[in-house]
C-alpha cells in the first residue's frame, strides 16, 4: 500500500499502514507535522515530498523498490544499472478485455448526536 496525503485527515490512516506499506506526506502540512511529532504511531516506511513534480518520482522510485524486492533482488527494467528508476517505463494494460467491477455497497449513515 502506498498512502499519499498532506491533511490531517490523513494521519489516522497513515497509523493503520503496516511496516511493508508506504506514506508519502507533503512537507511542511499537517500531515508531515503530525507524523513527525507522534513518530511511534506510523510503521510505514516514511517518504516526504514537497513540489507536484516530487510525488511522481517518489512514486517510481517506491514501485521501483518493490519489484526489486518481488523479483528477489533483479531489476525488471533492463537499464536499470544505467538510468535512474524515474527512466524505466510503466507498463499499461487495456481494461477492455476485463470484467466491470462490482457496484458498491450502500452504507447507511450513523445518526451522531
Given at each position: 500500500?502506498?498512502?499519499l496525503g498532506d491533511g490531517s485527515g490523513d494521519f489516522c490512516p497513515s497509523s493503520k499502514l503496516k511496516?511493508?506499506?508506504h506514506v508519502m506526506?507533503?512537507?511542511i502540512f499537517p500531515l508531515w507535522e503530525l507524523i513527525f511529532s507522534?513518530?511511534?504511531?506510523?510503521?510505514?516506511e516514511i517518504h516526504k515530498w514537497t513540489d507536484r513534480e516530487e510525488p511522481?518520482?517518489?512514486?517510481?522510485?517506491?514501485?521501483?523498490?518493490?519489484?526489486?524486492?518481488a523479483e528477489g533482488?533483479?531489476?525488471?527494467?533492463?537499464?536499470?544499472?544505467?538510468l535512474p528508476a524515474?527512466?524505466?517505463?510503466l507498463q499499461?494494460?487495456?481494461?477492455?478485455?476485463?470484467?466491470?467491477?462490482p457496484q458498491p455497497l450502500s452504507v447507511p449513515q450513523l445518526m451522531m448526536s
Amino acid at each position: 500500500m502506498i498512502y499519499l496525503g498532506d491533511g490531517s485527515g490523513d494521519f489516522c490512516p497513515s497509523s493503520k499502514l503496516k511496516e511493508e506499506d508506504h506514506v508519502m506526506p507533503r512537507k511542511i502540512f499537517p500531515l508531515w507535522e503530525l507524523i513527525f511529532s507522534n513518530p511511534i504511531w506510523i510503521k510505514a516506511e516514511i517518504h516526504k515530498w514537497t513540489d507536484r513534480e516530487e510525488p511522481e518520482k517518489v512514486l517510481l522510485q517506491i514501485i521501483n523498490k518493490i519489484s526489486l524486492q518481488a523479483e528477489g533482488g533483479k531489476s525488471t527494467c533492463a537499464v536499470h544499472e544505467l538510468l535512474p528508476a524515474s527512466d524505466c517505463k510503466l507498463q499499461t494494460i487495456s481494461a477492455s478485455g476485463h470484467e466491470a467491477l462490482p457496484q458498491p455497497l450502500s452504507v447507511p449513515q450513523l445518526m451522531m448526536s
